[in-house]
């Protein structure tokens, strides 16, 4: 097998990136990837350098991972900013590292993407020693795969990886016909609680259109990165991702960009951006001019819960943390990630570290799941 990387993924054929890529996964495609690089979200500006891997084998593809340098830890969710501090108190450079990931993204998602073809864990241990073996040419202080799939979490495992648990909220669909039969396995209270939600949205007079990236004009855009921008700035944060990626990914990706649009009148008035696979549906950005009352959560949670449903849709996972999903029919789901630490000391500390924190958060899991919104009478 011929291993390679590189620097920009229009090394790759669109089509040829893709035939790998499981269930049309939104966050891995050729498309979404490339219109990060294209305009600048990822690169040197905002400390991610492409250095995507290739695994050929007899001229064919067969596998590869996107990765890429970090000389911070933005927009990765799986947070180390400990272990970074740790490194600076020691007087060594945590940074630059390396990731394999979905920018800006906490979506599940294959990191070592594999021909369905070949022997996929003989493609998987070649990727990842020859991952491990940059990693160790370049001097980088770690590589940590982020959001991993559990088949390929398996493979890591053994290899002698360090296991990370998280946990997220998601929404699944047993099969609902329409919205009001999956309230309809809710406990009175929250059955309650959502439809007084929808009521006050409903009484401000607030209309939602529903269309697709490649249904939206240039001046949508305009406004669809304005509420984008608009939410991270209000947060104190920055803001990565542009017009022109929102454009490129609408157009390119078309039916798996979901647009959410809530009108006052006339008045556009916030704007919600979801991503969507066959299987899956994912929430990722909102944004609104002005508060109304509980429109955050139509817009982000109800109006996608009614959109998977009328699609068949298996799960809908509508971003990183946030309890208050619970109440709303999201379920605590474990995450995974994987990481690789070159420095012995470090990598005994850190290791002891995640033994510690495991438990806690498998507790933590536990007693969310405690808190289930849904029936135990059905």
Not at 50 to 59: A, I
Not at 205 to 233: M, N, P
Not at 270 to 278: D, E, N, Q, T, V
Request: neutral net charge; contains cysteine; aromatic residues 14%.
């Amino acid at each position: 097998m011929q291993v390679a990387n590189h620097s920009q993924i229009d090394d790759f054929k669109a089509e040829e990136w893709n035939r790998l890529v499981k269930d049309d996964n939104p966050f891995l495609r050729h498309e979404f990837l490339s219109a990060l690089e294209h305009n600048g979200c990822v690169g040197k500006r905002f400390g991610w350098l492409p250095q995507h891997l290739s695994v050929h084998d007899q001229g064919k593809l067969v596998g590869v991972s996107p990765l890429y340098i970090k000389d911070n830890s933005y927009g990765e969710f799986v947070f180390d900013h400990v272990w970074a501090d740790a490194y600076r108190r020691s007087g060594l450079n945590y940074y630059p590292k390396m990731i394999s990931a979905a920018p800006y993204t906490p979506a599940y998602g294959n990191r070592l993407l594999i021909d369905p073809a070949v022997d996929s864990e003989q493609v998987q241990r070649v990727m990842i020693d020859a991952t491990l073996d940059l990693v160790k040419q370049l001097k980088l202080s770690s590589m940590h795969w982020l959001f991993t799939m559990p088949e390929e979490g398996e493979t890591l495992k053994r290899m002698g990886m360090h296991q990370r648990l998280g946990v997220q909220f998601h929404w699944t669909n047993p099969g609902y016909s329409d919205f009001d039969h999956f309230l309809s396995q809710l406990t009175a209270k929250r059955r309650k609680n959502i439809r007084h939600e929808r009521r006050k949205v409903a009484q401000a007079g607030i209309r939602f259109r529903l269309v697709t990236g490649d249904q939206v004009s240039e001046s949508e855009w305009a406004l669809l990165t304005h509420f984008y921008s608009k939410t991270f700035e209000e947060r104190y944060s920055l803001p990565t991702l542009n017009q022109g990626f929102f454009q490129e990914v609408g157009e390119k990706m078309g039916r798996q960009v979901v647009l959410v649009f809530a009108y006052d009148g006339p008045r556009c008035v916030a704007g919600a951006i979801l991503y969507r696979s066959r299987s899956v549906l994912y929430g990722r950005h909102w944004g609104c001019l002005e508060h109304y009352d509980s429109l955050h959560f139509e817009a982000c949670y109800y109006q996608g819960i009614g959109y998977a449903i009328e699609q068949g849709l298996k799960r809908f996972e509508p971003g990183a943390q946030g309890e208050h999903k619970i109440w709303r029919g999201f379920m605590p789901t474990l995450t995974y990630s994987y990481h690789w630490i070159a420095n012995p000391e470090f990598n005994s500390g850190i290791e002891q570290f995640l033994h510690q924190e495991a438990p806690a958060m498998l507790a933590y899991h536990r007693n969310l799941l405690e808190s289930s919104p849904y029936r135990n009478d059905i």
